[in-house]
């Protein structure tokens, strides 16, 4: 299940979670902000369709990590250089698919919600 990146709230190495991890961070996510029934289940369809788009884009991204890998080995600084402005790319991409996720999520977020929220991601930035 994708994760949300954009609060960072739902994955810290979108790449590596898998389907319980993902349950288990959007309950802790769903718990937090004490999300009703129609919201968790809301929560759970967006983040399902965001991890279904967002798996092609992590397969790329283990593949291109490992072609990295073997250019350092290698030391073929050109392909280095590609592969790493590849997987830049990439994480864009997740990127931008957490973000969408959330931004489906946050209207249906009371204002209390949406405020608890906030106050997450504040905290996890400083700390």
């Known amino acids: 299940m994708a994760t949300l990146g ?13 389907p319980a991890q993902g349950r288990h961070k959007l309950g802790r996510m769903a718990n937090y902000l004490n999300l009703t029934p129609a919201q968790r289940a809301q929560a759970q369809t967006i983040f399902r369709e965001a991890g279904q788009s967002a798996k092609p884009i992590r397969q790329q991204l ?12 290698s030391g073929n600084s050109d392909q280095i250089q590609q592969l ?4 830049g790319s990439e994480k864009g991409q997740l990127a931008a698919i957490r973000a969408t996720a ?11 919600q949406q405020q608890k929220l906030a ?6 930035k400083r700390g």
Not at 84 to 87: F, L, N, R, V
Not at 119 to 124: A, D, I, L, P, V
Request: glycine share 0%; proline share 4%.
């Open 6 to 18: 954009a609060a960072s709230l739902f994955a810290q190495a979108p790449q590596a979670a898998t």
């Open 62 to 73: 283990r593949e291109t990590r490992k072609s990295l890998q073997a250019a350092i080995k």
């Open 84 to 87: 790493s402005a590849a997987e």
């Open 102 to 112: 959330l931004s489906k999520l946050y209207p249906t977020l009371t204002a209390e």
């Open 119 to 124: 106050e997450f991601k504040h905290s996890r």
